[in-house]
């Protein structure tokens, strides 16, 4: 039984095609992966973390993108974060400026379907880029939000975990801090409780 081959794409083709679709696509080693859109959960925790970040950063230096700026790992991948930060000078890819190189904070909201990549393979991406400070992950189905956080890129991650909407958590990278009960605001938590499934391949969604 034959298998049908995988079609492979340059950077430049990935490029032109997601400039131009509809739908998000993560990219690595030649290979699209499309994003499905995100539940109503994973939207508010996003647009609010997004929010609390941009508020919290208003009279610094500091940039918030929400989950449509991409970034390029040095590990060939291209991927949407759900929010980044960028306190330095952004670098961008290119002139278009929709290619992000050099995120301090990188900030991802988990999903069933997601998290072991999340929390596995991607967190092994992301902690290849050199000016990446703090990875930040944030759960669904409970008030749970956990930091790693390093202060160089040579230095082990450090981590810490803050819980309960009474509470704040800290941004070590940005020496912020936010309320839980911002960042969880209008989220109605429930337990989703399916396992996590592996990275699809060839064009299959990543459901959120």
């Known amino acids: 039984m034959s298998t049908a081959a995988i079609k492979r794409y340059s950077v430049a083709e990935y ?7 509809d739908v998000k696509h993560e990219f690595f080693d030649g290979e699209l992966f499309a994003m499905a859109g995100g539940s109503r ?31 390029e790992l040095p590990t060939g991948l291209y991927a949407y974060p759900d929010v980044s930060v960028v306190c330095s000078e952004p670098r961008f890819e290119g002139d278009r400026q929709d290619v992000l190189l050099n995120p ?20 092994e991406h992301y902690g290849r880029l050199p000016s990446l400070r703090e990875y930040v992950l944030v759960s669904q189905d409970r008030v749970n939000v956990e930091h790693f956080s390093r202060s160089s890129a040579d230095e082990d991650w450090v981590f810490t975990r803050s819980t309960g909407t009474d509470t704040t958590t800290r941004f070590a990278a940005i020496d912020r801090a936010l309320a839980l009960s911002g960042i969880y605001a209008k989220v109605e938590l429930d337990s989703i409780g399916a396992a996590a499934a592996p990275p699809p391949r060839n064009n299959e969604s990543r459901p959120r």
């Open 15 to 21: 490029l032109a095609i997601e400039r131009e679709s």
């Open 41 to 71: 959960a994973h939207n508010l925790l996003s647009l609010n973390m997004a929010a609390e970040l941009r508020d919290a950063l208003k009279h610094s230096p500091c940039e918030v993108y929400p989950s449509d700026m991409r970034v």
């Open 104 to 123: 301090l904070v990188i900030v991802e909201v988990l999903s069933p379907s997601t998290e072991a990549y999340d929390r596995g393979t991607k967190f």
